[in-house]
């Protein structure tokens, strides 16, 4: 029973396009909630990451969103690029636990 | 820095054989750990390790055993493996837990138990 619901599995968007991945989850514990970017035959890496005492966070064209009431958040990627093709996890963990939960994956595809 | 290593890359197992799996960081982390991933369900944490000498269970650790004898080096060892255990297992350290710290993955390995 995965801790994080994450979706769509898969997206494809158009050069240019806004790419937007939702995650949700159930434990009110979690108070740290990171992105991780894998490229095939890699393994993941930190994208960016937001606690919830903010709304939104912005690194370049990546943003988090970040709904505490929903116990939602959600990754968009502005201005998609060839490059940006990967699978893309949220994750959430809490204050009194070492464990990090993950999302099942989206993998996205930029068409150029 | 290498940063963080696994040895081997690809691996083709018959059931019922052991092997290890190697993971080593050469960044003085504190933490270390195991996760697998399958297609559809992420990545799910196997052990994980606080420091040398201390280790505990993840979400899925039936028929793996881990040990931390040096900061650097965290095993993961399959007993008997089993159709179940293939899968692409990571290896992630982070300076000291989950907490905020980015965890850093290696490469992974590619294991196919038959």
């Known amino acids: 029973q995965q801790q994080v619901k994450q979706s769509p599995q898969s997206l494809i968007v158009q050069k240019g396009g806004i790419s937007i991945i939702n995650c949700a989850y159930e434990?009110?514990?979690?108070?740290?909630f990171p992105w991780y970017q894998q490229f095939p035959g890699k393994g993941p890496a930190l994208l960016i990451a937001?606690?919830?005492?903010?709304s939104e966070k912005k690194e370049g064209r990546f943003t988090i969103s970040f709904n505490k009431s929903a116990k939602q958040f959600s990754l968009h990627i502005m201005d998609s690029q060839p490059g940006d093709s990967a699978t893309y996890f949220c994750?959430?963990?809490?204050?009194?636990?070492?464990?990090?939960?993950f999302g099942a994956g989206t993998t996205v595809t930029v068409r150029a | 820095n290498a940063g963080v290593t696994q040895t081997p890359k690809f691996q083709v197992l018959k059931t019922g054989q052991s092997m290890t799996l190697q993971c080593a960081q050469d960044?003085?982390?504190?933490?270390m750990s195991w996760y697998r991933q399958d297609p559809g369900m992420g990545l799910r944490l196997i052990h994980y390790?606080?420091?040398?000498?201390?280790?505990d269970q993840g979400e899925v650790p039936n028929g793996y055993n881990v040990s931390r004898s040096t900061t650097e080096d965290f095993p993961l060892r399959l007993l008997s493996a089993a159709p179940s255990q293939t899968s692409v297992y990571f290896c992630?350290?982070?300076?000291?837990?989950?907490?905020?710290?980015?965890?850093?993955f290696g490469p992974g390995t590619r294991l196919t138990v038959l």
């Open positions: 937001i606690r919830p005492d903010v």
């Open positions: 434990n009110t514990a979690f108070d740290y």
């Open positions: 390790s606080v420091g040398a000498g201390i280790t």
């Open positions: 994750a959430a963990g809490g204050s009194n636990d070492y464990k990090l939960s």
């Open positions: 960044m003085n982390h504190e933490y």
């Open positions: 992630a350290s982070s300076y000291s837990g989950w907490r905020g710290d980015e965890q850093f």
